[in-house]
């Protein structure tokens, strides 16, 4: 019977995937960490600063999260006002 025939399961490795998405969500998480602290972060692109997007008061719904003006960095959050 051979690898491919009808009836054998193949075992698919996903462990390489699964270190690149760890990696880059923690690389996101500590960016957005930093920005929440109030540091100053540079888009990895084109070097201009991040802006992160959070709910106010005036205005609660939107797109929110961390971009740079170019559009190279988009990462949106889901976020909700607390009052």
């Known amino acids: 019977m051979s690898?491919?025939?009808p009836g054998k399961t193949q075992k698919?490795?996903?462990s390489?995937?699964?270190k690149t998405t760890t990696k880059s969500f923690n690389a996101q998480k500590n960016l957005i960490k930093r920005l929440f602290k109030g540091n100053t972060v540079l888009?990895?692109?084109c070097k201009q600063p991040l802006n992160l997007i959070v709910?106010?008061?005036k205005q609660q719904t939107g797109k929110y999260g961390v971009f740079c003006k170019k559009g190279c960095t988009d990462i949106e959050l889901e976020l909700e006002?607390?009052?």
Do not use: G, K, Q, W
């Open 3 to 5: 690898e491919t025939s």
């Open 12 to 14: 698919l490795d996903f």
């Open 16 to 18: 390489a995937i699964n």
């Open 43 to 45: 888009c990895e692109t």
């Open 55 to 57: 709910p106010t008061e």
């Open 81 to 83: 006002m607390v009052l």
